[in-house]
T-cell receptor, first 116, second 108 residues
């Protein structure tokens, strides 16, 4: 019972490089999301998906792309890394979206990204 | 003003103490509410949902006051292992909004 698996756990990028953060869940959750967590700013939503083939932007989507080709996987792509993207990234999944009520999130263990 | 506000603390309490955190929210149409616990350098983990009638899970009690637009978390008989950051989450029709968290340190 793996839950939500994120890789890598740590990454250092140079400005301008691209990379993909992987997220996979084995709970058959329809709703998946990506958050970034920065000191003093809490968790901010980057992108989310309510099911395979459906994605939408969150609060801070610029510089990031997502896709959802399967229920299980929800990768986050950094197109051209910038120092402002230095953060801790969490993938989270839930049985249903927030507006559908009372299911909380299961979070992955996070990716600590540093852009130099 | 932030949509969800928490007292950042830190709260430093002795073992066995009772401590309470509040979380205020601005959207009166908010639909569901949760408390999460986050240990240092770890992911948030769901602690409990918050129901209108209030709910209890062992030493933890969560309450919702819709009229004043806040939720609360009460921890009784604090343990060293309760030391963590506690995040409130408020869901409305469109999204989840996280508070910045309240840090609790329980000391021997």
């Amino acid at each position: 019972n793996a839950g939500v698996t994120q890789t890598p756990k740590f990454q250092v990028l140079k400005t301008g490089q691209s990379m993909t953060l992987q997220c996979a869940q084995d709970m058959n959750h329809e709703y998946m999301s990506w958050y970034r967590q920065d000191p003093g700013m809490g968790l901010r939503l980057i992108h989310y998906s309510v099911g395979a083939g459906i994605t939408d932007q969150g609060e801070v989507p610029n510089g990031y792309n997502v896709s959802r080709s399967t229920t299980e996987d929800f990768p986050l792509r950094l197109l051209s890394a910038a120092p402002s993207q230095t953060s801790v990234y969490f993938c989270a999944s839930s049985y249903s979206p927030p507006y559908a009520g009372g299911y909380g999130y299961t979070f992955g263990s996070g990716t600590r990204l540093t852009v130099v | 003003r932030k949509e969800v506000e928490q007292d950042p603390g830190p709260f430093n309490v002795p073992e066995g103490a009772t401590v309470a955190f509040n979380c205020t929210y601005s959207n009166s149409a908010s639909q569901s509410f949760f408390w999460y616990r986050q240990d240092c350098r770890k992911e948030p983990k769901l602690l409990m949902s918050v129901y209108s009638s209030g709910n209890e899970d062992g030493r933890f009690t969560a309450q919702l006051n819709r009229a004043s637009q806040y939720i609360s978390l009460l921890i009784r008989d604090s343990k060293l292992s309760d030391s963590a950051t506690y995040l409130c989450v408020v869901n409305d029709a469109g999204k989840s909004t996280f508070g910045d968290g309240t840090t609790l340190t329980v000391k021997p």
